[in-house]
């Protein structure tokens, strides 16, 4: 058990490689990010690229970017041009005025102790701590979806606990305070387990309170 051993710390460049073997340990095949694109992230914002320590051993790795609200407005919206195929060199701006989170990650070993919830909290608590900042926003994967792959993406989204299982990656997001936006078929083609969607969410400004 991590317990009061955590601590969330910024990410450094020695520890990509350890980082991206983290990453693999967590998502499905093609979707980890590797140690360059990790390598590029801390280059571009190494202030959004937050690492959950146990005895000096990344166990959680959370990422975010600033971005223009420009990007948004493509259509179709596609993970690789607003994350720069998730190297944030093209993509990030010092003062943009969009937090994007990008992914949280947790070692299958080190699950079940609520450090996807801490990196998410740090994360938007920070956001809405700097200057600038109008939106918190993110995408997350529709992990049940390949479930009921004849729904279509909104209808699959608004019978999360009713007609179907729940969703746990949506599910923890609207538990930590997140609303869904918008959603995205062909956000991610290569995202399999998703049938390539995405759906957009927002973290409003009480949305890592404790009491909340």
């Known amino acids: 058990?991590?317990?009061?051993?955590?601590?969330?710390?910024?990410?450094?460049?020695?520890?990509?490689?350890?980082?991206?073997?983290?990453?693999?340990?967590?998502?499905?095949?093609?979707?980890?990010?590797?140690?360059?694109?990790?390598?590029?992230?801390?280059?571009?914002?190494a202030d959004g690229q937050w690492v959950a320590s146990d005895r000096d051993r990344p166990v959680g790795y959370s990422s975010a970017q600033r971005i223009?609200?420009?990007?948004?407005?493509?259509?179709?919206l596609r993970y690789d041009a607003l994350t720069d195929?998730?190297?944030?060199?093209?993509?990030?701006?010092?003062?943009?005025?969009?937090?994007?989170?990008?992914?949280?990650?947790?070692?299958?070993?080190?699950?079940?102790?609520?450090?996807?919830?801490?990196?998410?909290?740090?994360?938007?608590?920070?956001?809405?701590?700097?200057?600038?900042?109008?939106?918190?926003?993110?995408?997350?994967?529709?992990?049940?979806?390949?479930?009921?792959?004849?729904l279509p993406l909104d209808d699959y989204v608004r019978t999360q606990g009713d007609r179907l299982p729940t969703d746990a990656v949506l599910e923890f997001h609207l538990a930590a305070g997140a609303v869904i936006v918008s959603m995205h078929e062909e956000f991610r083609e290569i995202d399999e387990e998703c049938l390539g969607a995405g759906v957009l969410i927002e973290y409003l400004p009480d949305s890592s309170d404790p009491k909340s």
């Open 85 to 150: 195929a998730d190297r944030f060199t093209r993509t990030h701006v010092p003062t943009g005025p969009v937090y994007q989170l990008v992914g949280v990650s947790v070692h299958p070993e080190a699950r079940g102790q609520r450090i996807g919830r801490q990196l998410i909290d740090h994360q938007v608590t920070r956001a809405w701590s700097l200057p600038g900042v109008q939106r918190v926003l993110g995408f997350t994967r529709p992990t049940g979806r390949q479930a009921a792959p004849e």
């Open 1 to 45: 058990m991590a317990g009061d051993r955590l601590i969330l710390r910024v990410a450094s460049l020695g520890e990509a490689d350890e980082l991206a073997q983290l990453e693999a340990a967590c998502w499905p095949a093609g979707l980890a990010a590797t140690a360059e694109q990790i390598a590029a992230r801390i280059t571009a914002y």
């Open 68 to 76: 223009t609200f420009a990007p948004l407005d493509q259509r179709p």
